[in-house]
T-cell receptor
Framework: DTAVSQTPKYLVTQMGNDKSIKCEQN?????MYWYKQDSKKFLKIMFS???????INETVPNRFSPKSPDKAHLNLHINSLELGDSAVYFC???????????????FGPGTRLTVL | AQKVTQAQTEISVVEKEDVTLDCVYE???????LFWYKQPPSGELVFLIR??????QNEISGRYSWNFQKSTSSFNFTITASQVVDSAVYFC??????????????FGSGTLLAVQP
């Protein structure tokens, strides 16, 4: 019954590899996000999708490519992994209130990516 | 530009003490939302509260209370009679309501609260 789920929870890989992280939400929300939390715990948005459409791309290197096959899923594919990509990646989703108002974001458990 | 400042990097208290976590924000918009999230040692992000810019009423939820003051651009969080289970990193966040399809959260750097038994 998990609201926002991510797989895998841990990912250890070598520099130069390509990897994907999957996210699914069963809350019926229209909007999904990817955030990155670095080693100093700083959280920063990477991408946002609304109904499968990319809305926000926060100057993330193009090695990162999000893909939303439907509004319940938002996957993150990373090419040519670098040491600096090591972080915790959080997926989130939110509903949209009427009139363009905003509601809180519900976060997944995070995926800890370690690049060796 | 939007910005959230949590000047307290770490706070250590003894159980049953009251503690206030500070949050100061910057925005040019008149309509915006403020949030607090908790990140316990297990790592998940737990939503605590949302407040919109038109609602300056303080809020109390059990041992938690929030003081929103637009005049000082602050949204402080107080835990009364702290408990060991309150030990976590607490994040304050800001989002502007641009009426668009989606909004991003701008997070502060977090405050690590350690409650000692």
């Amino acid at each position: 019954d998990t609201a926002v789920s991510q797989t895998p929870k841990y990912l250890v890989t070598q520099m130069g590899n390509d990897k994907s992280i999957k996210c699914e939400q069963n809350l019926g929300h229209d909007t999904m996000y990817w955030y990155k939390q670095d080693s100093k715990k700083f959280l920063k948005i990477m991408f946002s999708y609304n109904n499968k459409e990319l809305i926000i791309n926060e100057t993330v290197p193009n090695r990162f490519s999000p893909k939303s096959p439907d509004k319940a899923h938002l996957n993150l594919h990373i090419n040519s992994l670098e040491l600096g990509d090591s972080a915790v990646y959080f997926c989130a989703s939110s509903p949209r209130l009427a009139g363009g108002l905003y509601n809180e974001q519900f976060f997944g458990p995070g995926t800890r990516l370690t690049v060796l | 530009a939007q910005k959230v400042t949590q000047a307290q990097t770490e706070i250590s208290v003894v159980e049953k003490e009251d503690v206030t976590l500070d949050c100061v924000y910057e925005t040019r918009d008149t309509t915006y939302y403020l949030f607090w999230y908790k990140q316990p040692p297990s790592g998940e992000l737990v939503f605590l509260i949302r407040r919109n810019s038109f609602d300056e009423q303080n809020e109390i939820s059990g041992r938690y209370s929030w003081n929103f003051q637009k005049s000082t651009s602050s949204f402080n969080f107080t835990i009364t009679a702290s408990q060991v289970v309150d030990s976590a990193v607490y994040f304050c966040a800001l989002s502007e309501a641009d009426g668009g399809a989606t909004n991003k959260l701008i997070f502060g750097s977090g405050t690590l609260l350690a409650v000692q038994p």
